[in-house]
Antibody
Framework: QVQLVQSGAEVKKPGASVKVSCKAS????????VHWVRQAPGQGLEWMGI????????SYRQKFQGRVTMTRDTSTSTVYMELSSLRSEDTAVYYC?????????????WGQGTLVTVSS | DIQMTQSPSTLSASAGDRVTITCRAS??????LAWYQQKPGKAPKVVIY???SLESGVPSRFSGSGSGTEFTLTISSLQPEDVATYYC???????FGQGTKLEI
């Protein structure tokens, strides 16, 4: 079955960077886009961006342009999301999610989430 | 970006009630809309995609309708396990609605 397993919780200081991993299994890694979505405590869902694991192309929400980098490693079927210049407002649970089909798609499978806490 | 306006923000109903949640898009999104259910401490789970397609394994009391700019999620007979927060999402620019907290 499709599984997305994310790395563990992180605590970072303001100004630092965090890199969250999402290891995929149970399907052909390069055939489905992967999205990143975050959720601040008690808040709603916020889409951050998308990566095509096949060629590595990415598209980011404008709000995160310049601060977020999404990459993938096809040898390990893992996608990564790195967020830099962290501030307290970046404290959130970060989810990876696999699209059902190609570009315009709902998010059919989700990782368990990774809590990133930004605090001095 | 497309704006998604979801209402109501909180909905309190009784077991067995028919409940409806509405999502309005700021521009025509065709049928590119999904509904997610999120329980506390858990990842979201898709219940409806392409506006009206029921995700496999989701009870048939859930249904979705609409196209263009107006969409609804309906639960025909509310069950205690349906207590959750529900989000709509358009997947042209991937904007989520602000969520509806459903209580019994």
């Amino acid at each position: 079955q499709v599984q997305l397993v994310q790395s563990g919780a992180e605590v970072k200081k303001p100004g630092a960077s965090v890199k969250v991993s999402c290891k995929a299994s149970g399907y052909t890694f390069t055939s489905y886009y992967v999205h990143w979505v975050r959720q601040a405590p008690g808040q709603g869902l916020e889409w951050m961006g998308i990566i095509n694991p096949s060629g590595g192309s990415t598209s980011y929400r404008q709000k995160f342009q310049g601060r977020v980098t999404m990459t993938r490693d096809t040898s390990t079927s893992t996608v990564y999301m790195e967020l830099s210049s962290l501030r307290s407002e970046d404290t959130a649970v970060y989810y990876c999610a696999r699209a059902r089909i190609a570009v315009y798609s709902d998010l059919q499978h989700w990782g368990q989430g990774t809590l990133v806490t930004v605090s001095s | 970006d497309i704006q998604m306006t979801q209402s109501p923000s909180t909905l309190s109903a009784s077991a067995g009630d028919r409940v409806t949640i509405t999502c309005r898009a700021s521009q025509n999104i065709g049928s590119w809309l999904a509904w997610y259910q999120q329980k506390p401490g858990k990842a979201p789970k898709v219940v409806i995609y392409m506006a009206s397609s029921l995700e496999s394994g989701v009870p048939s009391r859930f249904s979705g309708s609409g196209s263009g700019t107006e969409f609804t999620l309906t639960i025909s007979s509310l069950q205690p396990e349906d207590v959750a927060t529900y989000y709509c999402q358009e997947y042209i620019s991937n904007t989520f609605g602000q969520g509806t907290k459903l209580e019994i």
